[in-house]
């Protein structure tokens, strides 16, 4: 039978009066689940006709609004467990049902046979003001009782202070979000309790909690407990020790996670429209053209952390917020300590087979979006490093953040060809270098040296597989088959892009910034033997008519200088002649080329790939058991 769905009721007093931690891990969630898993099951036959989850829901709801009717200075340490303690067993049973039962029919046991919210009013009987800044715009009517409960979980999360003494009450409300929208990961048809999140009207609050969630992800310090009460609250109730109840860090981790769940659910939501149009937090923002302010200085000082802290879903939140969010993209672009976010994400790059290859990719699509950005491509290269000491190849010094970042991108270029051979990867890499080319400028020797080689290596390859599929002799001693034609063919024409690609690079750097860039002059002018062969070439020589005109009218003149002044052709030499000639190289003999410019564009539906892969970041960062084989979406 159906119990009575009032607080004041023994039966509830006597439930909710426990200590119970629950598991911080996924291996003791596990443990936890598969031995009440008989109890849930019960429950959930009977409340078909108890309707005892709705009384539960109805419970938790008042105990929410009494929570937020006072001040947390007044609420014991026996109301808050209270508290947590209906927000624990109203998450496990919502787990359950949204995982076991059918669609069609789990979203009823959630109803309650009227669900009318009027101007709230608390147990005290005071009447909450919906004027007050504080506090989310009530509305008149809730279409399902999940609507309503989200509500009240966003009214705390978003009301309730965040401190070392409640977060662990905080995160059962983002757990039952959470598992909410899961539903699609068990069901392949609609889930009405998305729905209910992107439609109903708690989403009304979406600009209030995505503030909340993001500010606390990006681990603003967190109050001290000061209060008696509130100290042996964060130590000593469930646990008998001197171990916090619960991990502030993993609850940063949660809310961050469940940012991207709600911002990637579909291209329009109120949650990604919330997280596109918050500015910064500054005397002279416009906040009437935004929907929330917040510091972006500590923003920015979150994404610089190094390389250990610059996790996936960190660089998924960037990824959203320079692709969707103008005001933060113009923020993190003005800055001139540029270096310290970009080389985090360098350093993962660099050590790509230590990450997942979805990281990389991330990231690779975030330096294609910054080096589209003009003053970033310039600037990047007056950002000069001290030294990069994760860097193995050879010690570098001296060198700047653009010079590593172009290293980086090289070597990816390099290992892609021998292991992953991922078209998409080249590409994305030869338009990051292709967005930089025009502002290329002061490279290390170093950096033009591997442009070069790289280059070389490329087309030497591309010579023997050329003459191969031509049969104009074979020195790789492979047959060709009627078999693999096919497959060198293939190749031959990803090269064939790739090297042509390298030769825009070089043109569009000549035409634009060669008088900036003599050491990368002086290694096209060393190598210059490997552009011969591609004069007569009909998909290259329109390339090189710049290139052969530049080296050339070098060639000249330093052939000149050393006959006239009768000294030996030395480095410096070189050098000191190609930083005179420059200075003096009537531009007009180069062929005018268009500025390359590469734009990130997002496919039509980015959650087909974002949702699949922020639940899987879900799953591995969280503390929650995840049945892999009841789940039917793939990730």
């Known amino acids: 039978s159906g119990i009575n769905a009032e607080y004041g009721d023994p039966f509830w007093e006597t439930l909710l009066e426990f200590s119970f931690q629950a598991p911080d891990n996924s291996a003791d969630s596990r443990l ?5 898993d008989q109890i849930c099951s019960a429950f959930a036959k009977s409340n078909v006709s108890s309707g005892n989850l709705s009384s539960l829901l109805s419970i938790v709801i008042s105990l929410i609004k009494h929570a937020l009717s006072e001040t947390s200075a007044d609420h014991s340490v026996e109301e808050l467990e209270t508290v947590y303690n209906s927000l624990l067993i109203l998450r496990t049973l919502t787990k359950y049902i949204v995982e076991h039962e059918p669609l069609e029919t789990s979203p009823s046991y959630f109803k309650t046979p009227d669900i009318v919210a009027m101007a709230t009013t608390s147990q005290t009987g005071e009447t909450d003001d919906a004027s007050s800044p504080t506090t989310l715009k009530h ?12 509500f009240y979980l966003y009214e705390f999360l978003v009301n309730y202070p965040v401190r070392l003494d409640t977060i662990h009450v905080h995160s059962e409300c983002v757990k039952i979000i959470t598992i909410l929208l899961s539903s699609p990961l068990h069901h392949s048809s609609p889930s009405p309790y998305l729905t209910e999140i992107m439609t109903g009207r708690c989403a009304a609050s979406a600009p209030q909690l995505i503030h909340m969630l993001l500010r606390t992800a990006i681990r603003e310090p967190l109050p001290q407990t000061t209060t008696v009460a509130s100290y042996l609250w964060s130590y000593v109730p469930f646990t008998g020790t001197t171990k916090p109840l619960y991990s502030d860090t993993q609850f940063f981790k949660e809310c961050l996670l469940l940012v991207l769940l709600l911002t990637n659910h579909s ?62 993209k113009a923020f993190l672009l003005s800055r001139t300590d540029v270096e310290r976010m970009l080389m985090p994400m360098l350093h993962v790059v660099y050590d790509a087979e230590l990450h997942s290859t979805h990281h990389m990719y991330m990231i690779l699509i975030i330096l294609l979006i910054l080096t589209h950005d003009d003053h970033f491509s310039s600037y990047v290269h007056d950002q000069m490093l001290g030294m990069v000491s994760w860097y193995k190849e050879r010690a570098l010094t001296n060198i700047s953040a653009g010079g590593v970042l172009i290293l980086v991108i090289l070597r990816t270029i390099q290992t892609n060809m021998t292991k992953m051979r991922d078209r998409y990867l080249h590409t994305n890499c030869l338009a990051t270098l292709a967005n930089m080319s025009s502002k290329f400028h002061d490279f290390h020797p170093y950096v033009a040296e591997k442009v ?35 497959y060198l063919e293939s190749e031959l024409e990803t090269l064939e892009d790739i090297i042509r690609m390298f030769l825009e690079i070089f043109n569009s750097s000549i035409c634009y910034s ?35 005109s530049m080296l050339g009218y070098l060639t000249t003149k330093l052939e000149e200088r050393t006959e006239d002044q009768g000294i030996s052709v030395s480095v410096n030499c070189v050098m000191e002649v190609i930083e005179d000639v420059v200075r003096q190289w009537p531009a007009d003999r180069l062929q005018k080329t268009p500025l390359l410019k590469f734009e990130y564009v997002e496919e039509s539906r980015p959650e087909d790939f974002f949702l699949p892969y922020i639940w899987t970041l879900l799953f591995s ?14 990730v």
């Open 32 to 36: 936890l689940e598969e031995s009440i």
């Open 139 to 150: 509305v008149a009517r809730y279409e399902t009782s999940v609507d309503e409960l989200c």
């Open 267 to 328: 291209s329009e939501n109120p949650y990604k429209k919330a997280l596109c149009s918050f500015g910064h937090k500054e005397p002279t923002s416009n906040v009437n053209e935004t929907c929330f302010v917040m510091d972006l200085d500590l923003l920015y000082c979150y994404f610089c952390r190094d390389s250990q802290h610059c996790n996936e879903q960190d660089t998924l939140l960037l990824y959203n917020l320079i692709q969707g969010n103008v005001n933060v």
């Open 452 to 486: 070069l080689n790289l280059f070389t290596t490329l087309v030497k390859k591309y010579t023997r597989m050329r003459n191969s599929v031509l049969g104009v002799g074979n020195e790789s001693g492979v047959a060709v088959t009627e078999a693999n034609t096919e």
């Open 514 to 548: 060669g008088k900036n860039n003599p050491v990368l002059l002086y290694e096209l002018l060393h190598k210059r033997d490997v552009f011969i062969p591609f004069q007569t070439h009909p998909a290259f020589s329109d390339l090189i008519i710049n290139i052969e």
């Open 621 to 634: 960062n969280s503390n929650l058991y995840w049945d892999t084989s009841r789940i039917t979406l793939k």
